[in-house]
């Protein structure tokens, strides 16, 4: 699998590091809802289909992004800095 970095173009999915789904929110810092605490730290849905996801480019330019990837085929159909996801982007 290929994934297309924004800053380094298309580079083998060996070079990155995943760390997971990149649609859960971190509650406020000062929140004391331990519900969604919990949540946000140890559940995920594991959905099958197109999802975003956060990856780093550990073997490249260390960038954080987020990969729009379905989880079925692998296909890979775009990414963006994640910068620039938390600021309302597309992927
Ligand atoms: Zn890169």
Redesign the pocket.
Known sequence: MRIP?P??GA?PSEEFTYRGDARPVRPPMDSSDQGAWVDYLFFRDDERGRIKEQWQ?TG??R?WIVVDRDTATHAVHGSELARDAAEGGQA
């Open positions: 970095c800053v380094c580079r480019h490249g330019c960038a």
